[in-house]
């Protein structure tokens, strides 16, 4: 009993941690909550394993030995022991810098991400010019190197290809074009985005 009770609370505390993964919804819990169960699973099961099976294990497998410390214990043991004694004699100082450590980790959680995927500030809009299905090709190349056009015409907008589309490159779904167009300047191109379009074709900012 006396290694069961820290083995007990130490697995318990860890399947903690891994309970707000199981309260996940949407996208997130489908990804991530059958990874919490699943390390939540094994740990109990672990803990019921080692509580049980290996106690009889190590009765019959293993024999008694000295009691003499390795090379590596006594190595980390001797600055653990100066660290131990100086805490325990100045216990102020230990609180005190305790509490900084506590204020500073504190201090940078504004910082951290709350969503999941995070919106990416790259100063690019992706264009999407959707036609009517019954589209011919030459005008819906045409149509397409209009837009181009447009776009190379406005100094603040630098236009790019995107890999592997080509002028007459066409969707499984439709005839529609993806072009990348990135920011030259400070220009916000999300307000240009919601100019009115030509016909037959819509432009979008993420």
Same mark, same amino acid.
């Given at each position: 009993?006396?290694?069961?009770?820290?083995?007990?609370?130490?697995?318990?505390?860890?399947?903690? =941690? $891994?309970?707000?993964? %199981?309260? @996940?919804?949407?996208?997130? +819990?489908?990804? #991530?909550? &059958?990874?919490?169960?699943?390390?939540?699973?094994?740990?109990?099961?672990?803990?019921?394993?080692?509580?049980?099976?290996?106690?009889?294990?190590?009765?019959?497998?293993?024999?008694?030995?000295?009691?003499?410390?390795?090379?590596?214990?006594?190595?980390?043991?001797?600055?653990?022991?100066?660290?131990?004694?100086?805490?325990?004699?100045?216990?102020?100082?230990?609180?005190?810098?305790?509490?900084? =450590? $506590?204020?500073?980790? %504190?201090? @940078?959680?504004?910082?951290? +991400?709350?969503? #999941?995927? &995070?919106?990416?500030?790259?100063?690019?809009?992706?264009?999407?010019?959707?036609?009517?299905?019954?589209?011919?090709?030459?005008?819906?190349?045409?149509?397409?190197?209009?837009?181009?056009?447009?776009?190379?015409?406005?100094?603040?907008?630098?236009?790019?290809?995107?890999?592997?589309?080509?002028?007459?490159?066409?969707?499984?779904?439709?005839?529609?074009?993806?072009?990348?167009?990135?920011?030259?300047?400070?220009?916000?191109?999300?307000?240009?985005?919601?100019?009115?379009?030509?016909?037959?074709?819509?432009?979008?900012?993420?």
């Amino acid at each position: 009993m006396e290694v069961g009770t820290p083995v007990i609370f130490g697995i318990c505390i860890i399947i903690l =941690v $891994f309970l707000p993964l %199981m309260t @996940l919804e949407g996208m997130e +819990g489908k990804m #991530f909550a &059958p990874l919490a169960y699943t390390i939540a699973i094994a740990l109990a099961v672990s803990l019921v394993l080692a509580l049980t099976l290996t106690p009889v294990l190590s009765c019959y497998f293993l024999k008694g030995g000295n009691e003499h410390e390795t090379l590596l214990v006594r190595a980390l043991k001797s600055p653990y022991a100066r660290v131990l004694a100086w805490a325990t004699h100045h216990p102020s100082k230990t609180v005190a810098a305790s509490l900084v =450590v $506590f204020v500073v980790a %504190m201090s @940078l959680f504004p910082y951290l +991400g709350t969503s #999941f995927i &995070p919106e990416l500030k790259e100063g690019t809009i992706s264009p999407n010019m959707d036609r009517v299905p019954n589209i011919a090709l030459d005008e819906s190349i045409k149509m397409e190197a209009g837009a181009m056009r447009l776009l190379a015409a406005d100094r603040h907008i630098v236009p790019r290809r995107q890999p592997g589309h080509g002028p007459t490159h066409l969707r499984p779904r439709g005839r529609d074009g993806d072009r990348g167009a990135g920011r030259r300047g400070g220009e916000d191109l999300r307000r240009r985005s919601e100019r009115p379009h030509p016909e037959g074709q819509r432009g979008g900012a993420p």
